[in-house]
């Protein structure tokens, strides 16, 4: 054989070789890749399916905070809620309160035949009426105006149902009448039109006070996140005046039982006082249990913001809880003329203490 015979015959060898070794080669890596898929396979039946994703529950919504007050505006709103502090103080605690306290007791003798004696301490006239004119620019002319008209019509009721009750007092203490309380009960009854007439005054200036204080707390603490504890505080005021109210109204009551005439009339007139006295009660109940229920709501964590004014807010629930006991011991013992002082004093105390937390949220956010 020759030599380049010889030379084809071994490249073609190695050409058949070469490709043995490459066929063997992909049948190997095909085996590895069908034995790589089985173990993946197996790993992936052998473990639990993967938990689905858990959603964040967005976070509350919180109002984007307004334009902040100037200067000007933040002062007269501060004025407005001093001005309602001291004017709500004259008229639960001094001279002007006399009335409720006076109607109380000719309610309580038309019960007993027993006449408490007048509160003590509350003050003159002029000092207490000093206290209920706002400085000047606190409120609108046409405002002001009927603020000095519905203090007027105060003080005219005021003096009538005074010089009745001072006739009702020297009745009880002249021991030779004897008439069987006649005359008690017909003087009784007479100062229930002169308390409904200071009673309607008094709404109507508060009416415009209160209007006032609410539009200052709502500007001093526009877009703060303590949005949740503020409308609990809004619903507790609500629950203070719907109870007095009902006090009212269970009062009308037993002055209409009085002034009627006759035994077919007055037997009428006490099942009808009879009736609102349980509708009332009902009411009131729940809503010393609604007050009780929003308290513990509003002292809850969380509590966004810095640890004065927490307390300054846990100082109002504090009197708020106190007002609410108030009334569970008037539910429990009967609303007489101290349980009904007890109810106002805490209703003073507690609007005094969340005025306080409205000025510290807003001096806060301002420093």
């Not at 006399?98 to 109607?103: D, S, V």
């Not at 207490?128 to 203090?151: C, D, I, N, W, Y």
């Not at 005219?156 to 069987?180: C, Q």
């Not at 100062?191 to 009673?199: R, T, V």
Request: with cysteine; glycine share 8%; proline share 5%.
């Amino acid at each position: 054989m020759s030599e380049p015979r010889c030379l084809r015959g071994l490249a073609l060898a190695l050409c058949v070789l070469l490709a043995a070794a490459l066929c063997a080669c992909g049948a190997d890596e095909e085996k590895g890749g069908e034995k790589g898929a089985q173990k993946t396979a197996q790993s992936a039946a052998g473990k639990a399916p993967a938990p689905p994703a858990v959603t964040k529950a967005a976070p509350e919504a919180v109002p984007a905070p307004g334009p902040e007050l100037t200067a000007e505006e933040r002062a007269r709103a501060e004025a407005a809620l001093d001005f309602h502090n001291t004017a709500m103080n004259a008229l639960e605690t001094g001279y002007y309160a006399l009335p409720e306290a006076l109607y109380a007791n000719a309610r309580f003798y038309l019960k007993t035949w027993q006449l408490p004696g007048r509160p003590r301490n509350v003050g003159g006239r002029e000092a207490a009426k000093a206290r209920l004119k706002p400085k000047a620019g606190l409120f609108s002319e046409a405002e002001a105006a009927k603020l000095t008209a519905a203090l007027a019509g105060m003080d005219k009721a005021l003096d009538s149902l005074l010089g009745k009750y001072k006739a009702l007092e020297d009745y009880v203490a002249d021991s030779r009448i004897r008439d069987d309380g006649a005359k008690g009960k017909a003087l009784a009854a007479k100062l229930d039109a002169d308390h409904a007439e200071f009673m309607a005054a008094r709404k109507s200036w508060l009416e415009i006070v209160e209007a006032r204080a609410a539009e200052a707390e709502a500007a001093l603490l526009r877009g703060h996140p303590l949005q949740r504890q503020i409308e609990a505080a809004g619903a507790i005021f609500a629950g203070f005046g719907r109870a007095a109210e009902l006090l009212g109204a269970e009062d009308a009551a037993a002055a209409g039982e009085v002034a009627a005439k006759g035994a077919a009339a007055e037997k009428q007139a006490s099942e009808a006082a009879a009736t609102l006295e349980a509708a009332a009660r009902t009411s009131l109940e729940h809503i010393h249990t609604e007050l009780a229920n929003r308290i513990a709501e509003a002292g809850k964590p969380p509590f966004a913001a810095a640890p004065q004014l927490e307390r300054q807010y846990r100082a109002f629930l504090k009197e708020a809880q106190a007002y609410a006991d108030a009334l569970g011991r008037g539910l429990a013992e009967g609303f007489y003329p101290p349980q009904r002082r007890e109810l106002n004093v805490a209703a003073l105390r507690s609007r005094a203490a969340y005025n306080a937390f409205v000025r510290e949220a807003n001096g806060l956010r301002t420093r």
